[in-house]
Each structure stands twice: as structure tokens, then as C-alpha cells.
């Protein structure tokens, strides 16, 4: 990746040779190694030359403050190498306050407590059907076989899509997400906003009660929404509901696969698993997230200049010790872990947590009820595929067939 040299503004014992699109690190070791390599520097906010310069914020309290604090932080740059300019703005993520408000009420309308509800019991029934269906087997790739479908399938049934476009495009996704050139990235982000425009022609034409047909006929401000926006709108759901919490099921599966105690802990004491979902959540973050310095401001003992770009790590957030005392430990017990940023924060917090965290709980409940003993195949390394978001490429169990 471009390196740069660092502008006046940055001082020398601020810079980390840091890339974050180059960072080869295996499975659960991910989070616990960027925090390592940061925290390898005692400065509060570091700078890297890596990827056209940006600034590092390694702590809660800064991580925190990069996302809520709109008057200094925008989100119209979301990622800090250089982005598809003729692409439409992922709305409403990539649109400041005041203005992504309206945007946001239509997604927050379809994951309302009461529909999350009934998307929970549904979620809870594929649950079970996925595990019955290789449980007897005794091994499973647990990726291909279970987390890429479960949330999808739901989000697939929320924005009324086919379940036979799920496969197809899961494989979209990934390519958009982390695909290894710009080209192949930008490209793929194409074909999910051809797939997704398509879809919303064929809504207009003949409506009915999905998220699409919601956004599709939709007025924000007393307009229609236009199809530039739309389009941006459209990308990000299915980038967040074909990627994100299939990529967390994969670090939940690997670290209880590898940590027989925990496991054990909750296949005896089911009524810790809300705990502990949000414990796992807190432990293991897949987003760095990113802003543009909007307006001069001083934060960790350096002056950030408008036209900056800086990262906001979640693992960063969840691993700082100043907020959990030994947060590199999973403790089932511990006393309010949900207290981070791990599906962001401020106005633009994740639209959709409250439906991931109970599909992740589901799956925990669901699991260990049927297959609470199981481990790693035997000779398998899980890998992590990281640009912006982590996730897990391949995760293989075993476990004993009565």
C-alpha cells in the first residue's frame, strides 16, 4: 500500500508503521493483536504513513469520540484509501446529521423491537433446522454450513429477496468487502447495486411489505427518494445484512470451539448466555470504522487538521483496560459488557444491533442445547479476511455422534 510522509502537523513520535489492509494474522488472535501492535507506542493517538496517512484512535474514550462527535467527525468518508468517487454515498451512513435522520427512521420502522420479535422466532426455527440437518455427522464447516446462513436468511426474508440469490450473492459480497483490488471491490459493489435497483423497479411496479418496497416508495422531507440515493441505500443493506453478523458467528464458533471451560459454562448455566453474548461481542469486534476531520481539533495531545482521515477500531474500544479490567479475558460474569463500540456509536450506531445480538443469542441457545461438546478439526487454521470489517474464512468442527 501507499505510503505517504507525514505532514507538519503530525509529530515524529506519533507514527507507527501500521497497515490495515495488510495484516496477516490468524482466527481469534486478530483483535488481541492490533491492540498489541498499537499499544506499542504509549502515545494516545497514533499516525500511519500506510494507505495515504490517517490517524489512529486507540482508546474508548477517543474511539467514542470520533463517532459521536459530528461537529468534528463526518462520515461522507467512511474508508481511508481512496474510494469509488462516482459511487453513490452509502446512505444513510455516509450522510451527517441533520440529514440522515429521515433516512434512518425507514430502516429503524422494519427493525423495530416488535418485528426483531417475530424475526427472532424465525430465526430460532432455521436455527435448528441448519444444526438438525448436519448434527448427525458429527463435522460441519460451520461458515458455509451455518453462519452464512442464518442471518442471511433472515435478511433475505426481511428485504423480500429469493432464498436462491443467497448464495450468489454472499459470494458479491465478500468480493465488495475485502476483494483483493480496488478494481474487483468496485466492481462488485456494481453488481449489488444493479441486483438491488433491479429489485426496486420490479417493487414499484408491484409493492409489497418488504424493507425494499418500504424504501422503494418512501419519502424523506416530503420527496420521493431519489434513485442516486436509493442506490446508496439499497449497497448498504446488503453489504451489513449479507457480511456483518455472519463474520461475528465465525469468532463466537472458533472460541468456544477452542475454550472447552466457557463452552461448558453455558451448556450448565444456559441463563448466562445473554451475558455472554454480549461479553463475546465486547471481546471480539470485527469494524474499524473511519471519519474525516471535518474541523481542526485537539484530541490525545495532537491537532488533527480538517481534510484528515482517522480510524476508529472497535477492538480498540472493547479492549481498552482503562474501561474493562483484563480485557483480553472472556468473562461470562463480567458486569457490563455491552458497554462498547462494537456496532458503532452517535447518531450512526448500527441500525440493525438489536436484531444481530439476538440472532447471535439464538444461535448460542440453539447450539449447545444440540451439540455441546465440539471442537476444532483436527490440522485446520482458521484464517481471518480483514479490509474494514474481519471475518473468518473458514471455520471446521467436530464433535463426538452418539
Not at 461458515?143 to 450468489?168: C, K, N, W, Y
Amino acid at each position: 500500500m501507499t505510503q505517504i510522509t507525514a505532514p507538519a502537523h503530525v509529530p515524529a513520535d506519533r507514527i507507527i508503521d501500521f497497515d490495515l489492509y495488510d495484516f496477516p494474522i490468524e482466527g481469534l488472535e486478530y483483535q488481541g493483536s492490533m491492540r498489541e501492535i498499537f499499544n506499542s507506542n504509549p502515545a494516545q493517538v497514533l499516525w500511519t504513513p500506510h494507505n495515504g496517512g490517517h490517524w489512529i484512535a486507540k482508546t474508548h474514550e477517543d474511539v467514542a469520540k470520533v463517532l459521536a462527535d459530528h461537529d468534528h467527525f463526518s462520515s461522507r468518508r467512511i474508508m481511508v484509501s481512496k474510494e469509488d468517487q462516482n459511487r453513490p454515498p452509502l446512505v444513510p451512513l455516509q450522510i451527517d446529521p441533520p440529514g440522515h435522520a429521515g433516512y434512518r427512521a425507514l430502516l429503524q420502522s422494519a427493525l423495530s423491537p416488535k418485528a426483531v420479535g417475530k424475526l427472532g422466532d424465525r430465526a430460532r426455527e432455521l436455527s435448528i433446522e441448519l444444526i438438525e440437518g448436519f448434527k448427525a455427522d458429527g463435522q460441519c464447516e460451520f461458515i458455509g454450513q451455518f453462519a452464512q446462513h442464518l442471518p442471511i436468511a433472515i435478511f433475505m426474508e426481511i428485504v423480500g429477496l429469493p432464498a436462491s440469490d443467497r448464495e450468489t450473492l454472499t459470494g458479491i459480497a465478500e468480493t465488495a468487502m475485502r476483494g483483493a483490488t480496488e478494481e474487483e471491490r468496485n466492481a462488485a459493489s456494481g453488481k449489488l447495486m444493479a441486483y438491488g435497483m433491479q429489485k426496486v423497479a420490479e417493487r414499484r411496479a408491484n409493492p409489497g411489505t418488504d424493507l425494499i418496497s418500504l424504501v422503494a416508495k418512501a419519502e424523506v422531507d416530503g420527496k420521493p427518494i431519489d434513485d442516486f440515493s436509493l442506490t446508496g441505500m439499497i449497497l448498504l443493506l446488503l453489504l451489513g445484512g449479507l457480511d456483518t453478523v455472519a463474520s461475528t458467528l465465525g469468532f463466537y464458533a472458533q472460541f468456544l470451539a477452542t475454550h472447552p471451560e466457557h463452552r461448558r459454562q453455558l451448556v450448565e448455566h444456559p441463563e448466562l448466555i445473554p451475558n455472554a453474548n454480549e461479553e463475546l461481542l465486547r471481546r471480539f469486534p470485527i469494524a474499524i470504522l473511519a471519519r474525516e476531520v471535518k474541523a481542526d481539533v485537539e484530541m490525545g495531545g495532537v491537532t488533527m487538521k480538517a481534510g484528515d482521515m482517522v480510524l476508529a477500531p472497535t477492538p480498540m474500544d472493547g479492549l481498552d483496560e482503562g474501561k474493562f479490567a483484563d480485557p483480553l479475558s472472556v468473562d461470562f460474569n463480567r458486569e457490563k459488557p455491552g458497554a462498547n463500540s462494537t456496532f458503532g456509536g452517535g447518531v450512526h450506531r448500527c441500525v440493525g444491533s438489536m436484531l444481530a445480538r439476538t440472532e447471535l443469542r439464538i444461535f448460542l441457545e440453539e447450539w449447545l442445547k444440540r451439540i455441546p461438546e465440539f471442537s476444532m478439526k483436527p490440522g485446520s487454521s482458521p484464517q481471518v479476511s480483514a479490509r474494514s470489517v474481519a471475518t473468518i474464512t473458514s471455520v471446521e468442527l467436530v464433535w463426538p455422534v452418539a
